[in-house]
């Protein structure tokens, strides 16, 4: 886990503070979702054709913060574009390795209290002016159903 996604830009060995460099994910979010322009802005951005709108989409999901978190190393390497192999021609990042392992934490840690609040932060950030329902807020629970499918996935790929 590189320093970009720690607070401060400084690697924390116990990992209990990874992906709390949480405003420059939202901010990639943000612009990828809501327009360049929507940083400048005080509002969330909104013209009528933004991503947001167009995909009806009212909170981050681990997808998306592990695409940001790949994205901003993506932005700081010396790569220049993402091949088809999902590794960095210059760099030699796998940064589709990258993006599985990032997912795949933030799926099993969604409910705890610390990747909660980095979440809300986010949220906040990005969508603050937007009129969010009464229950897009509560986002229904699949860690149980994910866990079991992870460990199947690790049994069958033992036998490989």
């Known amino acids: ?13 116990s990992m209990k503070t990874v ?13 990828s979702l809501c327009g360049v322009s929507s940083l400048h802005q005080e509002s969330s951005g909104g013209g009528a054709h933004t991503n947001s709108l167009k995909w009806s989409v009212r ?4 997808g998306s913060l592990a695409w940001a978190s790949v ?20 760099s030699n990042i796998s940064y589709r390795t990258l993006f599985y392992l990032y997912k795949k ?27 969010i329902s009464a ?7 699949h860690t ?7 460990a199947a996935l690790d049994m069958d790929s033992d036998s490989d």
């Open 144 to 150: 149980d159903a994910i866990d079991r499918a992870l």
């Open 59 to 62: 909170q981050i999901t681990p």
């Open 71 to 90: 994205i901003g190393i993506f932005l700081l390497s010396p790569d220049t574009e993402f091949s088809s192999t999902g590794t960095g021609k210059k």
């Open 1 to 13: 886990f590189p320093p970009v996604l720690f607070p401060g830009l400084i690697e924390d060995k």
């Open 19 to 31: 992906f709390g460099n949480w405003e420059l994910l939202a901010r990639i979010l943000k612009a």
């Open 105 to 131: 934490v933030l799926v099993s840690k969604w409910t705890t209290k610390r990747i909660i609040a980095i979440v809300t932060h986010i949220n906040r950030y990005i969508f603050r002016a937007a009129k």
């Open 135 to 141: 229950d897009s807020g509560e986002q229904e629970d």
